[in-house]
């Protein structure tokens, strides 16, 4: 077995109204005065006024920035980091989803490091690892990015049209289930495809290992049987529950491992069509199972037992792969996932331009399989095609 790392940063306190542990954490950090990220989705949920309740219940000062962009794009960030350090803020409160939390972690990065963030974006080799000047804590609202476990902080290059990453973490998680329960229906879908997608890339990986296997695995297992359960029900607190542990493990196992083609694949359809990550990560996902069953059926094999699929032993890996990737579908449908074809976009952009990027994107050197673009073209080939 070859010599691997893990560790559990930042701690997490988990369960329904860890909302309300908040203000103790804050004071534990020695903060006094707080910046809360979140976007207009979390403000109309009425999520922000629960955080803001906290805070003035506990007599903390507090500034508020509520209109967090998707995919944050550096020139935001530079603008509210600017800010935060001119209010002199001493902690960063991220709400949200991975765009929020992704703000919060810049916005802390900021405080340390010379403006603009895009100086520290690696368009050619791996991302740089910087430290936060404040505390950062993150609150998700979704089940799907991890990123409140994981050192990923995605950045939005205007400039150069692409989503770069720079590795940093939070300070701490809180994970409520009962804020994910203000979720729509395709926000619960993608961002659980999302989660789905992490861990399936986190057990094929190159980098992948042991400790994150187990984790990966398990929340699969949670999300095959209690995505569906929350897409219909959203009020349902056990689904809910069981769907932000899975989220969260699934962002443990893949911030050791880190994901390959299928995320690369998925930018280079929002690199065109900017559609949702989750929903990307969807559509790509059977068919990089099929392509790396080729390589890593044993692997392949784990993701189909824990969706419920019958493998025999005696299964080729090509039959495992196809296996693998038809219950990843069916997934989907269970929870209302349109076709590339339904959303009316290009094929021939889809796959020709979507190729070249993904077969020249860092990502592909953690895939098992060799990426060019014939590679990359047969998994955005069928996503467009296979999936209807």
Known sequence: MKIFEYAQNPPVIFGAGAIGKLSEEIKKFDCKKILCVF??????????????????DADIEYLVFDNVMADPPDTMLDEMGQAARDAEIDCVVGIGGGSSMDTAKAISIL????????????????????????????IPTSSGTGSEVTRMCIVSNVEANAKLPIFTSGSLAIVDPELSKSAPAGVTANTGLDAFAHAAEAITANNGNPYSEVLAVEAIKRIAKYLPVAFVDGN??????EMSLAANWAGIAFSLTDVHIGHASADSIAASYHTPHGLNCAWVTPAVLQLVATKVPEKVKLIGVALGVDIAEEDSPEEIGKKTADACRLLMKKVGVKSLEEYEFDRNVIITKGALYAANHPLRFNCPVEIDEAAASFILSSAYDDYK
């Open 111 to 138: 405080q340390k490091h010379d403006l603009p963030i895009r100086q520290y974006l690696n368009l050619d080799g791996p991302p740089l690892t910087l430290d936060g000047g404040v505390p950062v804590i993150l």
């Open 236 to 241: 349902n607190i056990e689904a809910r529950t």
């Open 39 to 56: 976007d207009d989705g979390v403000k109309k949920a009425g999520i922000g006024r629960q955080v803001e309740k906290v805070l003035n």
